[in-house]
């Protein structure tokens, strides 16, 4: 820079004073704000399932940090599984556990990783070229050979159904790059999950030093996986015709998770065997909208095991909608005499999962502010509704104004 440009301008610096003072009292203004507990305007939840690929760094948080266990989760069917866990997807709740921390290797349960990225980073519409060393690779297999073209979507849904570690790994160098670039997404997605416990070293599930996960982990992976609504319609795929897109012959492949066929409601996930991490599952069935994750690892009978905590799920436990995000539970009283009023309603779906001997035995109480200002906004923090089990607080959530308040007729 020359110097002369470095010269003092009395005029400049004065008016350079001047507008670091205004922007000061921005910054407080702003801090006064969030303290006052005036927040930004109230907008939709998430939506549980979602459509558009994702081309950004993985940086979302996990929406369960921890799931939430119910106070008789060690109750429960007896499995063979070493390790064990039943939740309920909207709400992370877990109702049965064992072992569920402990660290073991999730064999071919590994590509419902490989599809939740390929399905948030790769393109459905490309055409992905077999190379050499993916044809090579070992155990369960597509039968690919080298220098054959499928769709990429359809890889992903062969390579699902029949648990095809050479398709995973054509997946894994199309959409990373090469095995291990992918293999560094699979991580950094299993960080943003929440998964603490989990390490990935291979997109197919071979055993590898380093690659291993937890039962935990596993049920909380698939809670994720199924809010893309491609990953829920592969997962649940009983059976796909598939061939390449030239030559080849064309076979029909049926899913390795027997569930499908003969569990009412079956609708996902993977399974996977090794001679190390044994017979494991995990799998998913939804009723009436309610959505119950079992996984199950190194098991003696990793369907009936499986089965028998989906059932134990349904015959034993119900989800009761507390709030809705959006949607007033409350009212609350504004202006002096308090002549208006402003609905109140959480940001997020408030539901929690009891025993449907227990459902007597929740409420919900709502605390609101005494009086709001009559120009109080849209937004604004004025109360809570406390979940209440046996008389007791299981859960508080903040509640919002949804709109200014409103005159009262």
């Known amino acids: 820079m020359h110097r002369r440009n470095q010269a003092s301008n009395p005029a400049k610096e004065s008016a350079g004073r001047v507008l670091a003072l205004f922007t000061m009292l921005v910054i407080l203004a702003a801090v006064a704000t969030l303290a006052t507990g005036v927040i930004a305007p109230l907008v939709p939840a998430p939506t549980s399932i979602v459509d558009a690929p994702c081309s950004t760094p993985y940086v979302n948080p996990s929406p369960y940090d921890e799931l939430t266990y119910h106070r008789k989760y060690a109750e429960g069917p007896n499995v063979s599984a070493r390790a064990a866990i039943l939740v309920e997807a909207s709400t992370g709740t877990i109702l049965y556990a064992r072992n569920e921390h402990e660290i073991r290797e999730p064999a071919s349960i590994t590509k419902i990783m490989t599809a939740i990225v390929a399905i948030e980073r790769g393109d459905m519409a490309d055409t992905v070229q077999v190379s050499a060393s993916a044809a090579r ?34 997946v894994a160098e199309h959409v990373g790059g ?70 080849g012959q064309g076979r029909l492949a049926y899913n390795t998770n027997r569930l499908l066929w003969s569990l009412a409601g079956a609708d996902g996930v993977k399974t996977g065997t090794t001679t190390r991490a044994g017979h494991c599952l995990a799998a998913s069935a939804t009723r009436d909208g309610l959505q119950f994750i079992a996984v199950v690892l190194r098991s003696g009978a990793r369907f009936h095991d499986a089965s028998a905590l989906l059932e134990y799920g349904f015959a034993n436990f119900m989800r009761v909608d507390m709030a809705k ?8 009283l504004a202006g002096r005499r308090g002549a208006a009023t402003a609905g109140l309603a959480t940001a997020r779906d408030v539901s929690m999962v009891v025993r449907r001997d227990e459902v007597d035995q929740l409420d919900a109480q709502v605390i609101v502010a005494e009086r709001l200002k009559a120009n109080a906004r849209a937004g604004k923090h004025s109360g809570w509704i406390r979940v209440l089990f046996d008389d007791e607080e299981v859960g508080a959530y903040p509640l919002y104004t949804v709109e200014g308040p409103k005159k009262r007729r």
Not at 186 to 213: E, I, Q
Request: charged content about 15%; proline content about 4%; overall charge positive.
């Open 178 to 247: 090469s095995v291990a670039g992918f293999v560094e997404l699979m991580n950094a997605r299993a960080a943003s999950m929440g998964l603490k416990h989990t390490r990935f070293a291979n997109p197919h599930g071979l055993s590898a030093p380093g690659h291993h996960s937890t039962a935990y982990d596993i049920a909380l992976m698939c809670i994720w996986g199924f809010r893309l609504r491609k990953f829920a319609d592969i997962v649940g795929c009983p059976e796909l015709w598939s061939s390449p897109l030239a030559g």
């Open 137 to 170: 690779v070992g155990g369960s297999s597509l039968g690919l050979a080298a220098g054959q073209r499928y769709k990429l979507e359809e890889l992903i849904r062969a390579t699902m159904l029949r648990s095809g570690n050479d398709g995973a790994t054509a």
């Open 325 to 332: 995000a959006g949607q007033p539970v409350a009212d609350a």
